[in-house]
Each structure stands twice: as structure tokens, then as C-alpha cells.
């Protein structure tokens, strides 16, 4: 009898475990729903960055329909495939976003396997143990019979259960297919907007080659321009006094372009007519609309101390390799090229005393003073360098740039 004993006292024991271990399997979730803040968030930013993209690019495309000037037509054409770049990036931030949360829900669900697996593996090696039993062994001693029937009808009872228990397991391992399958997907999907991002850049490459074509005439005057900007900034003693100097040219620049023409003097002095202060340029100062020059996620805002104690004065903006560089704001480049430790930085200056101060660019493709006109393609990031530092100044004060963009 004493075989047969131990032979139920096993399976009593195989049976608890199977309870146990099959307890443990159902309890748990199949799938969790939690993801990651940051990850759920870069996604959420990136698609509301397409989405916005998207929409200045049909705006932009339908006036450049709507226009019968060749010069304009293809300036509004060079505006809308620098947004419609701008959209393939958030697309692309996107996709990798999207990429990245499958690989965190992959990382969790074969987590879960491992461990709903575990009590699986004892279950299924006490059986094997038990089975290696010899039948003949079980024949030969007393009651075994007798007991071989006791223990198929309780292996007959555990069947059931178990098929119930693993349930939960076997959802898991149709959810790790279909995760693969989600990472396919995304990755196919991430190729393609590479393409489209790789096309696009060579459509504006094309338009902007055809523009420059068409405005050489104005040559000699940026050339005078660019000496003058070169003069400022070797007589400056840091970025700071050049972005003062440049500022205090804008307002004579502008403080002269606002007089009126000679005025004759009349033929009776009492007729002389005394002239009011032009307020054109406080009207346009309450006009003036400014946006990020890149798409990406800001790093460091305004008044941040940076890992070298500098405190910031304006946005640090993370972006995607070669990224589509813009101008925020309508305006004259009043500086473009290389400066001290900043590779190349773009400052350009805006109407009413607005001044914008761009660094970091791998690449600049506007010259001194071009006149650009809000969302038109700038520069480029390069594929290693990938932040962009921006600041907006006026009257040599740094101006909270979200602050402006939020209202």
C-alpha cells in the first residue's frame, strides 16, 4: 500500500499545485494599459505637430495656387514644402514614439510570461517525475490497482482546471503575436515616412535653386550688407554685445525707413505743417505673430541654469537629424555664418525693434539681408548636432518667446 500512498499523496500534491500555480495565472492582468508618461507624451506632441503642419501646408499650397505671379507663386511654393518637411518630421517622431511604446509593452508582456510560465514548468515536471514510474512496478504491489484507478480519476478532475488555469497564458502568448505584428507595422510605417521626408527635402532643394536664380539681381546691395554685419561682429566682445549692436541698427534702420519724404517749405510760414509721431510701429508690434523655427521637444526653457551655470535666455529645442530649420517671424536676416564658439548662428531682425537670435544650425541657406517671410526655410540641423537654442529680444531685453506663442 505503500506505494500506492505515495503514488496519491504526489498527485494530491500535483493537484494542489496545479491549483496554486493556476490561481496565480488567472489572477493577473492579460494586459496592462499603463504606458510610459514620456513616451505617451512625445507621441501625443508629435502627432499635434503633424497635425498642425499639415493644416499651415494646405493654407500655404491653396494660396500658392490662388497666385498668378510667378516670383510669388513660387515663394508660397517653397513656404509649403518647407511645412509639408516639417510635417514628415513630426511624423517621424512619431512613428519612433509609436515604436517605442511597442517595445516597452513587448519588454512587460514577456515579463508576464516568464513568470505565468513558472508555475507551469513545476506542474509539468512533477508529472514527468510521476510518470516515470513503472506501470509494471505498480501492478505487482498491493491495492496499486486499486490506486491507478484513484489516481486517473483525479488526473481526469485536473484536466479541466488546467486547461482554465493556463487560459490566461495562452492570452499572453496571442498578445506577444500580435505585438510583433504591431512592431512590423511600425517599423514599415517609419521607413516609409523617411522616404517621404528624403523627397520632400529634394523638392525644396530644387525650388530654392530656382528662387536664388531669380533674385541675383540684388547681389551688390547684400554684399554691402554682409560687410556690415562682418564689421559688427568682429568689433563685438561676445554674442550678447553683437545681438546689442545689431538691435541698435535695426531701430535707426527702422526709426529712418517711418520718416516722411522732404517736405517743401511752404511760401507763408504759418502754413508749415508740424509733424506727429508715426505710431506704425506700436501697431505692429501688437500684431506680431512668432512660432518655433523646428519641430521637436523644448529641453531647457527660459531662465533654466544649463549643465555650465548659464542661466537661459530663450528655448533649447531637441530635433530630429537634418532638421527643417524656419523663421519664426517675418523679417530681414541681419546676420548669417559662423561666430566664435557658435558654429553657424542666423539673427534676424523683425518689425517694431523684434529681434530673433537662432544658434546651433549645421547649415544656413539665407544670406545677409534677404527678407523672409514667416515658416521660410532657413537652415538645416545637422545629423549630430540636434538642438537649437532660440531667443527673441526687444529692446536688448529677452522675451519669454511660449508666452508670446501661447497668446
Known sequence: MRGGYIGITALAAIFALAFIGGQALWSQPVF?????????????????????????????????????????????????????????????????????????????????????????????????????????????QPGSVR???????????ITPLLRERTAGLRGEIERGKQLRVQAEDAAGLLRERRAELDSR???????????????????????????????????????????????????????????????LRPARPGEARVLRPDRRADDRRDRFSYRLPVIGNIVTGIGEMSDGGVRSRGLTIATQPYAQV?????????????????????????DAGWTSLLTGL????VRVDDRVEQGAPVGRMGRMQRAISVELHRGGQAVDIVQLIAG
Open 147 to 157: 490506486n491507478m484507478a484513484r489516481v486517473r480519476g483525479l488526473l481526469a478532475s
Open 362 to 365: 549645421e547649415s544656413i541657406s
Open 32 to 140: 496592462t494599459e499603463q504606458l510610459g508618461g514620456d513616451q505617451r507624451g512625445a507621441l501625443e506632441r508629435a502627432r499635434k505637430q503633424a497635425v498642425d503642419a499639415r493644416k499651415l501646408g494646405d493654407q500655404l499650397e491653396k494660396q500658392a495656387a490662388a497666385t498668378s505671379e510667378s516670383a510669388d507663386r513660387l515663394g508660397a511654393q517653397v513656404l509649403a514644402m518647407a511645412a509639408r518637411i516639417q510635417e514628415a518630421e513630426a511624423n517621424i517622431s512619431a512613428a519612433e514614439a509609436n515604436i517605442a511604446i511597442v517595445a516597452q509593452l513587448q519588454r512587460e508582456q514577456r515579463a508576464r510570461l516568464a513568470e505565468r510560465q513558472k508555475p507551469l514548468v513545476e506542474l509539468t515536471a512533477a508529472l514527468q517525475n510521476l510518470a516515470r514510474r513503472p506501470t509494471a512496478l505498480s501492478l505487482v
Open 201 to 263: 527635402r529634394e523638392e525644396l532643394k530644387r525650388l530654392e535653386g530656382q528662387r536664388r536664380a531669380e533674385s541675383r539681381q540684388l547681389a551688390s546691395n547684400a554684399g554691402l550688407q554682409r560687410d556690415r554685419a562682418l564689421a559688427m561682429a568682429e568689433q563685438a566682445r561676445d554674442i550678447t554685445d553683437l545681438m546689442s549692436r545689431i538691435d541698435a541698427a535695426g531701430e535707426i534702420r527702422e526709426s529712418l525707413s517711418l520718416l516722411d519724404g522732404p517736405i
Open 326 to 350: 524656419v523663421a519664426p517671424a517675418p523679417g530681414r536676416i541681419a546676420y548669417a555664418g559662423p561666430y566664435e564658439g557658435y558654429k553657424n548662428i542666423l539673427i534676424i531682425e523683425h
